[in-house]
C-alpha cells in the first residue's frame, strides 16, 4: 500500500467519524448527574404513601409535555400527601428530550430511592424531586450538589471575572424571565466563550429566584474556583457554565407561548422512531467497528508487509497529527455522553495512524 492509499484511509476513517459523531449527539437518552434522598424519612412498601406517589410519578411523567417544561402536583389521601414536581432545562422544553429525561427520572427516582419520602434527582435534560413535605414556592437550598471541569482556565483571574459576569447575567435573565430560565455568553478571548445557564423552579416568584441564584453563585469560587466548567445544584435552582455551548442557543431565545387559552395543539410532526437510539447504537456501532477494524487490520498487514519498501519514503507530511488532534478537539467539545463515540474515533484514527 503506497502513501497515498493511507492517506486515503485516514481520510475515510476521518470522514467516517465525523458522519458517527451526530448519530450520538442526538441521542436523547438522559444523562443522570446526581440525586440524593435521606433515608430517615421513609415509608412502607404496599402502603398508602406508595400508592400516592406512583399516582404523582405517573401524572408528572403525563404532563411532561407541557410547553412550560415544568409541573407541580399534589396527591393528598387522609393523613398522606406526596408534593411533587420537574423541571425541564429551557432550552429542551417542547422536544423529546424533556419528555425522556422526565420519563426516565420518573422510573430511575423509586429505584435509586426505593423506600425514601423525599428524593431530588438531578440530569442533565431535567430535575424532579417529590417529598412528604410541601415544599411548592419556598426556596430550597440543600441536599445541594457540585460538579465542576478538572481543566483549568490558563488564566483564572480573567477567566473568572468574565464567568461571574456571564453567569450573573444568566441569573438576572432568568430571573425576570416568565419560565425561570436564562442564558448568558460571554467573551474570554477572542478564541474563547464562556456560555453561562441559570434556572430555578417556576412556582419561586422572582424575588426567591434570585436568592436562590445568586446563593449558588456564591458558591462558585469556593467550589470550582477557576474551572474551565461547572455546575451548582439546589433543589429549588442550579446554575453552569462551560467553555462550549451546552444548551440549544436558537431554542433559549424561542418567543413564548402567549399566555391565556391554551394554544391548539401543533399537528404532530416528528416521526418518532418506534426502534429505541439505544437499539440503534448497539446495531450500528459493532457493525461498523467491525467493518473498520477490518479494513485497518488489512491495511497494516499489507502495509507492514511492505514496509521495508516504503520506510524512506514514509516520512511524514507535517500535517499528519491533524487528524487526532481533530477529534481530540471535538471529544472536548462533545459532552460527557458522547465520550464513548469520540473514544471510539480516537482509538481509531490512532490505528489509522499508527499504521500510516
Ligand atoms: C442510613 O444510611 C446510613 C449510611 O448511609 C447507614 O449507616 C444507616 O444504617 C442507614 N439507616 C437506615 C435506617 O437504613
Ligand atoms: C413526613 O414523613 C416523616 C417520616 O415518615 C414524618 O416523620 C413526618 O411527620 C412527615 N411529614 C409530614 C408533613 O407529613
Ligand atoms: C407489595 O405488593 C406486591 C404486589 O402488588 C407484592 O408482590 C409484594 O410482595 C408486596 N410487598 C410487601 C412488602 O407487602
Ligand atoms: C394529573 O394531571 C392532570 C393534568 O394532566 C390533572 O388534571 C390531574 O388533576 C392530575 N391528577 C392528580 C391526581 O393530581
Ligand atoms: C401530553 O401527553 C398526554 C398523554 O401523555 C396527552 O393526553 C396530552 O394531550 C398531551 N398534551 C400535549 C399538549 O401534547
Ligand atoms: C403548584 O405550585 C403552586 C405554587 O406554589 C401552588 O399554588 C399550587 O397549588 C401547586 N399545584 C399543585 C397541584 O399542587
Ligand atoms: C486546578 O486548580 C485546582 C485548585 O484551584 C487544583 O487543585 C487542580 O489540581 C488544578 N487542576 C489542574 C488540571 O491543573
Ligand atoms: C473578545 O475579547 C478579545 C480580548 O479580550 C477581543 O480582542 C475580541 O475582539 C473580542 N471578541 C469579540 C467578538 O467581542
Request: charged share 15%; proline share 7%.
Amino acid at each position: 500500500m503506497n502513501h497515498q492509499k493511507m492517506k486515503s484511509m485516514t481520510t475515510l476513517l476521518l470522514i467516517f467519524s465525523i458522519f458517527t459523531l451526530p448519530s450520538f449527539l442526538t441521542n436523547t437518552e438522559a444523562v443522570y448527574l446526581y440525586h440524593m434522598c435521606p433515608n430517615t424519612t421513609t415509608f412502607t412498601p404496599n402502603s398508602t404513601f406508595q400508592s400516592n406517589l406512583n399516582r404523582l410519578l405517573s401524572n408528572l411523567s403525563s404532563n411532561a409535555n407541557r410547553s412550560t417544561g415544568f409541573y407541580n402536583v399534589t396527591v393528598q389521601t387522609t393523613n398522606n400527601a406526596v408534593y411533587g414536581l420537574f423541571l425541564c432545562r429551557g432550552d429542551v422544553v417542547g422536544t423529546d428530550a424533556c419528555e425522556t429525561c422526565v420519563a426516565t427520572a420518573t422510573t430511575e427516582a423509586p429505584q435509586r430511592c426505593p423506600v425514601e419520602k423525599q428524593v431530588v434527582i438531578w440530569y442533565d435534560d431535567c430535575m424532579l424531586r417529590y417529598s412528604n413535605v410541601s415544599f411548592f414556592s419556598t426556596v430550597t437550598e440543600s441536599p445541594r450538589w457540585y460538579m465542576w471541569n478538572t481543566q483549568n482556565a490558563t488564566d483564572p483571574t480573567r477567566f473568572n471575572q468574565v464567568m461571574a459576569a456571564s453567569v450573573n447575567q444568566a441569573a438576572s435573565e432568568a430571573v425576570g424571565d416568565a419560565d425561570k430560565f436564562g442564558t448568558n455568553q460571554a467573551n474570554v478571548s477572542g478564541l474563547i466563550s464562556v456560555y453561562s445557564l441559570g434556572q430555578c423552579t417556576q412556582d419561586l416568584s422572582a424575588t426567591d429566584c434570585n436568592r436562590c441564584l445568586r446563593g449558588t453563585i456564591a458558591l462558585l469560587p469556593s467550589c470550582c474556583n477557576g474551572a474551565l466548567g461547572a455546575r451548582v445544584l439546589y433543589p429549588s435552582c442550579n446554575v453552569r457554565y462551560e467553555v462550549y455551548p451546552f444548551y440549544a442557543q436558537n431554542a433559549a431565545s424561542a418567543p413564548e407561548p402567549a399566555p391565556g387559552p391554551p394554544p391548539p395543539l401543533p399537528p404532530p410532526t416528528k416521526g418518532k422512531s418506534k426502534i429505541p437510539t439505544r437499539t440503534i447504537v448497539a446495531i450500528v456501532v459493532p457493525i461498523s467497528v467491525s467493518v473498520l477494524l477490518f479494513v485497518v487490520g488489512y491495511c497494516c498487514i499489507t502495509r507492514r508487509a511492505r514496509k521495508k519498501y516504503n520506510q524512506a519514503a514514509a516520512d511524514e507530511p507535517s500535517g499528519k497529527h491533524i487528524y487526532p488532534s481533530a477529534i481530540l478537539l471535538l471529544f472536548i467539545l462533545v459532552d460527557s455522553p458522547f465520550i464513548y463515540s469520540s473514544s471510539l474515533n480516537v482509538v481509531l484514527l490512532w490505528f489509522g495512524w499508527l499504521c500510516r
